[in-house]
């Protein structure tokens, strides 16, 4: 499993690999766009956060599940031999723990963008909870987990999910699209639909699918949708064999790689 998760991608592979060869995709990219950089610059131009993210998507961007323990107690997980990771974590501090106002449990890409689920405390009238979160927030990146509760409505998934970029992109973050683990419309539709915006938008793509193949059940549980558990302790052979950590560590590689090319921070 450690050999696919180190695996990178060159400018050559890109190239090469089209939305169709998704699964062949590797998992961490190492070379960033131009088109993410641009997007990063803008960005900085217009008042974002370099030092911020924001998730985007149902349960799997929790933070009681995702990256929220980087920014608690350092017993609560362990980095192992990444222990180079302990950067990103530092300077993205803040973030990991941030419950968004554009993720929530059972979120589909049409939640993101409805008015009503808005936090009305915290969003201005009429106001999506994504244009809220990054309106709060002003992230230079964001992680968008989405495609597993729009298994139903794969034709507005698409449109949603163009709507949700561009305006990603006009604001100056980052999108870092992420194939999902499971196959619930049966033919991995979604996922291959997610590495075409990758591909189209030229951004950086986190392939998850890849990472979970070789766990027991593909890391799934029982009903073939949420992931196997077991807290971020990459040091723990027992835990590893579970989707979660491996969720958590190839989420902070992901994060250190883009992070890394848009800034050009060796």
């Known amino acids: 499993i450690s050999t696919l998760v180190v695996e990178t991608v060159t400018s050559t592979t890109i190239a090469r690999l089209s939305p169709e060869q998704w699964q062949e995709w ?13 997007i990063y610059e803008h960005g900085l131009a217009l008042g974002n956060n370099p030092h911020a993210y924001s998730k985007i998507g149902g349960c799997l961007e929790t933070p009681g599940y995702f990256l929220g323990p980087y920014d608690g ?12 990771l302990q950067e990103v974590i530092d300077t993205f501090h803040g973030s990991h723990s941030r419950t968004s106002i554009a993720a929530g449990i059972g979120y589909s890409s049409a939640n993101v963008l409805t008015t009503f689920m808005s936090d009305p405390k915290l969003c201005e009238s009429g106001e999506t909870p994504l244009a809220c979160e990054v309106r709060i927030h002003q992230p230079s990146f964001a992680f968008i987990s989405l495609g597993s509760n729009d298994v139903y409505h794969q034709e ?4 949603n999910m163009r709507q949700i970029l561009d305006f990603l992109v006009e604001h100056g973050v980052v999108p870092i699209l992420i194939s999902k683990a499971d196959n619930l419309e049966g033919d991995h ?12 938008y030229d951004l950086p793509y986190w ?38 950590p491996w969720r ?19």
Do not use: C
């Open 207 to 244: 392939n998850f699918w890849r990472v979970v193949q070789p766990l027991p059940d593909q890391g799934l549980q029982e009903d073939g949708a949420h992931l196997t558990w077991a807290g971020p302790y990459f040091d723990d052979p027992e835990r590893m064999k579970a989707a979660w």
């Open 26 to 38: 590797p998992v961490i990219p190492d070379i960033i766009s131009q088109a993410a950089v641009d």
């Open 73 to 84: 107690n350092p017993d609560l997980y362990s980095l192992g031999e990444y222990v180079y």
């Open 248 to 266: 958590n560590l190839t989420a902070l590689q992901t994060l250190d790689a883009v992070w890394r090319g848009v800034t050009l921070i060796p």
């Open 156 to 159: 507005a998934f698409s449109i």
């Open 189 to 200: 539709a979604i996922n291959q639909e997610i590495a075409r915006f990758a591909y189209e």
